[in-house]
Nanobody, 128 residues
């Protein structure tokens, strides 16, 4: 079992920055592909960013490329999402997810159906 707890969300103005954290327990994070997803009111969950086990390979949704950065600290069992230049359309509940299936060190995953564990999410609200 893996427990994921997100933090760092809040209410900010357009152009501000936030850093989300996702702390894992129950399993070492170094064996998991990690991802961030978000869901806005009335919309489906969408992929935001993913990072490989090694941390060297990442992928981002087009809407956040150049503004968001995903990283991981396996020693702290934590994954981060640095969000800069936030826009009102970034408003959503952000959730981290873990794919514990055995993967190569360079593999990352953008499909939410392939993640087995999810956190409760943290609300990010960006005002204009």
């Amino acid at each position: 079992q893996v427990q994921l707890v997100e933090s760092g969300g809040g209410l900010v103005q357009a152009g501000d920055s936030l850093r989300l954290s996702c702390v894992a327990s129950g399993r070492t994070l170094s064996t998991s592909v990690m991802g961030w997803f978000r869901q806005a009111p009335g919309k489906e969950r969408e992929f935001v960013a993913a990072i490989s086990r090694s941390g060297l390979n990442t992928d981002y949704a087009e809407s956040v490329k150049g503004r968001f950065t995903i990283s991981r600290d396996n020693a702290k069992n934590t994954v981060y999402l640095q969000m800069n230049s936030l826009k009102p359309e970034d408003t959503a509940i952000y959730s981290c997810a873990a794919d514990i299936t055995w993967r190569s060190y360079s593999y990352y995953n953008t499909n939410p159906k392939e993640y087995q564990y999810w956190g409760q999410g943290t609300q990010v609200t960006v005002s204009s």
